[in-house]
């Protein structure tokens, strides 16, 4: 496991926590006498993710305890009997939540537990320019212009691509700014039967590119509450990337033959015989020691080609303070501590995106894995594409966008039509949620 990086932090101002104490003792630094200092303080932690305790002391718990000796932490991962909503049911204090931004309706907003920490923000000194503004904008966006937490990593979506297959054929590897023609083009020549192995060229991710998508469309309006689904620029993303990933004779076989569902993880990860996955960008950390087994690379997602600098919109995890914390100053030293440089250089190094623009952080990324001469530059090679409209009933109105797709692909229903049905679909479903 990664030890704790000790990099040198700038010392608190003298109005911040510390203030007024004697000077650092030998051997420890401005930043770890100051926490060392604060009062001691109780936190719960947790979040819809359902992250393992052992999960969450790898990537959390250890770093922590160092960092704060005189604070408690007791993470309460998600289960029967400590969703949320159990929690606050029975009263249980709950400080730190943290959760996806596809999470925060669910995890944050709707069990009433969101606030704007923005005046926290401010009393903490934390200088929000050193963030991807990108991510910053998802969270705005969610909380109505404010913040209810700070991002600690961030994801986009990018090409894994498995290199023994490209070799096999003798096929170019994609190169990063690949727009979505010449993907289709290589996954042509990709997707043969060989040796009565079925070979694929493209999968992309459908639940995350419908949310993630470069076209920054959503699949409703959040002030209306009505699907957006049936209009020219979901055509062109249909048409582009799902219609077009399996334009193939063998493609459309193959899904047909594994009863209408389309091809995804297995096909890359376990009989790999998928030549590109366009995936988040986490795909390598989550399956870090079956991907140690494979001849692999990344790079970036493909492109729209009147829009060649644009990337996949940003996916970032949030840590929030919980609206009914007793321990809120705590709380955010917590939250600043995660996004400072020393924690954001041991995310890096692990192999996430860092949510800070820092370059030095960045070029940092994957150093402490086993994979040697990966392209992780192709996470930032692109500027990510405007956050697509955010509403707490989302979801709903993009299943039927995910369920369309394998008939979409195999000819049972041409575009226009699958546009139309999932709208109307969509709006059924929409109907019924306002309903509850």
């Known amino acids: 496991m990664i030890s704790l990086l000790a990099l040198a932090v700038a010392s608190a101002c003298s109005s911040g926590p510390g203030a007024g104490k004697p000077a650092a003792e030998p051997g420890k630094n401005a930043a770890q006498e100051t926490t060392a200092a604060l009062a001691p303080a109780e936190l719960t932690i947790t979040s819809s993710s359902a992250l393992s305790e052992e999960a969450f002391e790898s990537n959390f718990g250890q770093y922590l305890k ?34 996806s931004s596809g999470n925060i309706y669910p995890g944050l907003i709707n069990a009433g537990l969101a606030m704007d920490i923005s005046e926290l923000i401010k009393k903490h000194n934390i200088d929000l320019n050193r963030f991807d503004q990108g991510s910053l904008g998802v969270m705005r966006q969610l909380a109505g ?27 170019a590897y ?4 690949i727009t979505w023609e010449e993907t289709i083009d290589l996954a042509k020549k990709l997707t043969r039967n060989e040796d009565g192995k079925q070979y694929l060229g493209l999968v992309v991710s459908p639940a995350h590119y419908i949310r993630l998508n470069q076209l920054s469309i959503g699949a409703m309006d959040p002030k209306t509450e009505k699907a957006t689904l049936n209009n020219e620029k979901w055509k062109l993303l249909f048409d582009s990337v799902f219609k077009a990933q399996g334009n193939m004779p063998d493609y459309m076989k193959y899904v047909t033959d594994n009863k209408n569902k389309m091809p995804y993880k297995d096909e890359f990860l376990k009989t790999k015989t998928l030549a590109m996955f366009v995936y988040l960008s986490d795909l390598h950390t989550a399956n870090q020691e079956v991907m140690e087994q494979m001849n692999w690379n990344m790079a970036t997602a493909p492109v729209f080609k009147d829009m060649p600098k644009t990337g996949t919109q940003t996916y970032p995890f949030f840590w929030n303070i919980a609206s009914n914390s007793k321990n809120k100053d705590a709380s955010m030293e917590v939250l600043k501590y995660l996004t400072s440089d020393e924690y954001q250089l041991v995310v890096s190094k692990r192999g996430e995106m860092t949510s800070l623009k820092n370059a030095d952080i960045r070029k940092e990324m994957g150093k402490d ?59 059924k479903a929409l109907d019924a949620e306002k309903k509850k």
């Open 145 to 171: 212009g404010g913040l209810y937490g700070l991002p600690v990593n961030d994801l986009v979506m990018v090409t894994y691509y498995n290199k023994d297959i490209f070799d096999r054929f003798g096929v």
């Open 369 to 427: 894995m086993k994979f040697k001469n990966i392209n992780y530059n192709a996470v930032y090679a692109h500027t990510p594409a405007a956050s697509s409209p955010r509403h707490k009933f989302e979801q709903i109105a993009q299943k039927p966008v995910e369920n369309v797709i394998a008939d979409v692909v195999t000819d049972k229903v041409d575009v226009n039509s699958a546009l139309r049905r999932i709208d109307d679909e969509a709006n």
């Open 66 to 99: 160092k960092k704060f000796p005189n604070f408690k932490f007791t993470y309460i991962k998600k289960a029967t009997g400590t969703l949320i909503t159990d929690l606050i049911t029975a009263g249980t204090p709950v400080d730190l939540i943290f959760e």
């Open 174 to 177: 994609p190169k990063d700014g």
